[in-house]
DNA sequence: CAGAAGTTGAGGAACATCCTCCGCTTCGGC
DNA sequence: GCCGAAGCGGAGGATGTTCCTCAACTTCTG
């Protein structure tokens, strides 16, 4: 499956590894506005071993977030398997807002899931989001005018939120996502939303939710 | 009322005019993240003029927005006397986040209101927005454990959302801001948002919603 | 017209990235 | 063990940003 080029020397598979497991821990804080200087000092390796290993900084996104996001296909999955559809999107809205609210990285990479990095997992994940949402749908609890492009956005500002209240009262986003949850329920007298988002406005919000992996 | 040390010369009062102005065009688009030498340069002035005049950012920011926060005083005003509480309130919050929308300083302004700038703005509208609730809460349409520490991060939220779509959807907000007045209203079957926030809360996550006013 | 008030903007100080480079260390096949 | 290849470190150059001062100059106004 993996293209592994050629086997690295002991200690400098020993230092990639070290190198991923700071990146996490670097990354859950700072998010992708992270320094590969800083993950570097986290690792307790040099910067250029960083830059050899991982020439940019998406590289190293890639390899650190990749298995956390298939964890998110699963975190899915069980959503789709819960009896009552509502009770399977609430629960995983949830549990996906507490994965993000602890690891800033992982919200920055779920954000980015229609980047060029991640689209593979991106093509798990996105259907079964859209299957969560027509079984609500269809059980008519999720109400109508909403769709699967309003979720992206909600996590959004739910963990933007979860971020700025980290320091003071990390459980404070729950409250407002709950609120949102309720304005999500199918009911008599709910307010008109207006259009859908097309998938091109989403991807460009997105953009500007998480800060650019540029380098160079 | 306002002390007014010394009469200033004609052309430095036309400066400082100009600086104002400009300072209000770019607080509009950088929030209070933009630079005492941007707004000098926007001014067509010297920095050492716009460093003269307003020592401080804080001196700046506060000769630009208090009049603007005393406009959304009237906008209170205005909510007080629909004759329907959920209304007035609803069309408040559209209103301002309208307002928010299109001027990013006013925002970061407003979420500042507790901040020792504009404590004095704050006393006037705080009190306001606390009888829109209350004549809410009365009337039965806005749900009960919700209160006046909740707006401030509402509209931190949908601000912030505006702002990251202002390039390619700048009315996008209206969208998730309508979920969540849906959300806020009192309805059977809404869940429970546990205990409410304290003050403290609030004007910490506040702080990190907007960018410091260093200087310095 | 004198001198007070005001203006200017180059530029120094203080950061923050990003990333390269080359002398040195370590590995591991022989 | 030896030695060449692989790997490492981290100082430091390049670049960028922001803040703010100051000394030379200009413009008011009485």
């Known amino acids: 499956m993996t293209i592994e080029a050629k ?3 002991r200690d400098a598979q020993r230092n990639r590894e070290r ?8 990354f859950a804080t700072r998010g992708f506005a992270a320094t590969l200087d800083d993950v570097a000092h986290h690792a307790g390796v040099g910067v250029g071993t960083v830059y050899r290993r991982f020439p940019t900084k998406e590289s ?5 977030f990749t298995d956390r996001l298939e964890d998110m296909v699963t975190l899915a999955e069980e959503a789709l398997a819960a009896e009552s559809a509502w009770d399977g999107l609430v629960d995983f809205l949830r549990r996906a807002a507490r994965l993000h ?3 800033r990285g992982l919200r920055d990479a779920a954000l980015s899931m229609n980047e060029k ?6 093509e798990h994940m996105l259907p079964l989001i859209q299957q969560i949402l027509d079984r609500a749908h269809a059980e008519g609890t999720l109400r109508p005018d909403t769709g699967l492009h309003d979720f992206p956005i909600i996590m959004a500002m739910v963990t933007e939120l979860a971020q700025n209240s980290s320091a003071c009262r990390p459980q404070l986003y729950e409250r407002y996502l709950t609120l949102i949850l309720d304005g999500l329920r199918a009911r008599p007298g709910n307010s008109d939303l207006g259009p859908q988002l097309s998938e091109q406005d989403v991807q460009a919000v997105m953009r500007e939710c998480v800060p650019p992996l540029k380098s160079r």
């Open 19 to 26: 190198i991923i497991a700071a990146a996490h821990e670097v």
């Open 117 to 122: 990095h991640f689209t593979q997992v991106g």
């Open 7 to 9: 086997p690295l020397r």
């Open 101 to 103: 609210a602890a690891d």
């Open 60 to 64: 190293l996104v890639e390899a650190v």
